[in-house]
């Protein structure tokens, strides 16, 4: 059953999470860079609920990603308190919270292409959707790591608290592969439990008209 109840509670909580990290976050600038796509997304997510209503396993998973981004500018990637009991307890060399952070932009990316490809037509194969699921996830990660580079050439080390490297020469190819997975596992686990969803959704949108 979709209800609105859902997608309303989340949005609000992203919109107060956004808020109460916008008072004091460590770094300003990299707060405003890692939680721009909140801003931008939540007003577009808002104008479109009435024309293109999406499932809500989407709202959810988009929120969760919305505060894994919040919580990423609020503190840096590089510093954020769970990340450093996590490298604690397996032993790491860096703090790993960026990682979920690029698991969570393949993981969400691909779910919203797959609905947008689906619920418009655009295709009927799941197998082609699938692949280009995960190659649109790809897609924005790489057009993300062109714009942290972007960032570092125009900042300098200024750009340190935003690239979140720790140190890594191979940080980038990381993040991209994280991403890869993240889309990956999303199709492989979640695909039936979000056809059911739309299928609901588009039940839901007949017996309206």
Request: proline share 3%.
């Amino acid at each position: 059953m979709q209800t609105t109840k859902l997608p309303l509670t989340f949005a609000f909580g992203v919109l107060l999470a956004l808020l109460v990290s916008g008072i004091t976050p460590y770094d300003r600038l990299t707060w405003l860079m890692e939680t721009l796509p909140v801003m931008i997304a939540l007003p577009l997510l808002t104008a479109t609920y009435r024309q293109f209503r999406l499932t809500n396993l989407l709202y959810v998973l988009i929120g969760l990603h919305a505060w894994v981004l919040i919580v990423g500018g609020t503190y840096t990637y590089a510093r954020v308190p769970i990340g450093f009991y996590v490298q604690d307890w397996f032993g790491l060399d860096r703090n790993p919270y960026d990682k979920l952070g690029h698991l969570m932009q393949g993981f969400v990316p691909a779910l919203i292409a797959r609905e947008i490809l689906l619920r418009m037509r655009y295709l009927t194969s799941r197998r082609m959707t699938a692949f280009l699921c995960v190659a649109i996830a790809l897609a924005i990660s790489s057009v993300y790591e062109l714009i942290e580079w972007a960032a570092a050439v125009a900042m300098g080390q200024g750009a340190d608290e935003f690239l979140g490297t720790q140190g890594d020469v191979w940080d980038t190819q990381s993040d991209m592969f994280c991403a890869m997975i993240g889309a990956i596992v999303a199709l492989l686990v979640l695909s039936k439990w979000h056809d059911r969803q739309m299928q609901s959704l588009e039940i839901n949108r007949q017996d309206k008209h």
